[in-house]
């Protein structure tokens, strides 16, 4: 298996552009997360979808940041207009629950600075 | 509402000592799961152990082990004999299970730790 895919790797960008940030899940997986880690705050937990419908999108930190997984193999993380302070890592994971939670299978992460 | 508490932001270690790694988590369920991960320096997460709410029973895995304790919300990670490959971020995590069958998944800040050799 190919694991999560995300792209790109690295994203630099000027303030006031929009970013879109890729996610490719690993087949059969049926919960997605979308993770932003800084130094001060740690992993936070932005959104996760459940059978491609957002379930809980509370930690999405402005109305400049929307997620949407049009189909169980692809997700989007778009930041609109972006930020210095949007400068992070963003993760992507993926786990097929069965009778509990599961562990994430997590991609390798993008590298976004927002300059 | 779920917390995850690492208070150890970084530990330092020579090659060979022990050292625990601190998780102390906050959930109003019954039903819950602990996780720890490790982030190497290439970046991607690891995962390392998952336990259930109803399994106190500690484990071992080679150098690595876990003490679960339910009556000081604590799930704390020793590694014995460190080693200079074990230098990397550690991340507790605690996930409910809901009643509409979905489970959300909450990290800790971590904790950095360097072992020199």
């Known amino acids: 298996d190919a694991g999560v895919i995300q792209s790109p790797r690295h994203e630099v960008t000027e303030m006031g552009q929009e970013v879109t940030l890729r996610c490719k899940p690993i087949?059969?997986?049926?919960?997605l997360f979308w993770y932003r880690q800084t130094m001060m705050r740690g992993l936070e937990l932005l959104i996760y979808?459940?059978?491609?419908?957002?379930?809980?999108d509370s930690g999405m930190p402005e109305d400049r940041f929307s997620a949407k997984m049009p189909n169980a193999s692809f997700s989007t993380l778009k930041i609109q207009p972006s930020e210095p302070r949007d400068s992070a890592v963003y993760f992507c994971?993926?786990?097929?629950?069965?009778?509990?939670?599961?562990?994430?299978?997590f991609g390798s992460g993008t590298q976004l600075s927002v300059l | 509402a779920q917390k995850v508490t690492q208070a150890q932001t970084e530990i330092s270690v020579v090659e060979k000592e022990d050292v625990t790694l601190d998780c102390v988590y906050e959930?109003?369920?019954?039903?819950?799961?602990l996780f720890w991960y490790k982030q190497p320096p290439s970046g991607e997460l690891v995962f390392l152990i998952r336990?259930?709410?109803?399994?106190?029973q500690n484990e071992i895995s080679g150098r690595y082990s876990w003490n679960f304790q339910k009556s000081t919300s604590s799930f704390n990670f020793t590694i014995t004999a460190s080693q200079v490959v074990d230098s990397a971020v550690y991340f507790c995590?605690?996930?409910?299970?809901?009643?509409?069958?979905?489970?959300?998944?909450?990290f800790g800040t971590g904790t950095r730790l360097k072992v020199l050799a």
């Open positions: 994971a993926s786990s097929f629950r069965v009778a509990g939670a599961e562990k994430l299978f």
């Open positions: 087949s059969g997986h049926d919960y």
């Open positions: 979808f459940n059978n491609n419908v957002p379930i809980d």
């Open positions: 959930t109003r369920d019954t039903t819950y799961y």
């Open positions: 336990r259930n709410s109803f399994d106190e």
């Open positions: 995590a605690l996930s409910e299970a809901k009643d509409s069958g979905t489970y959300k998944y909450i």
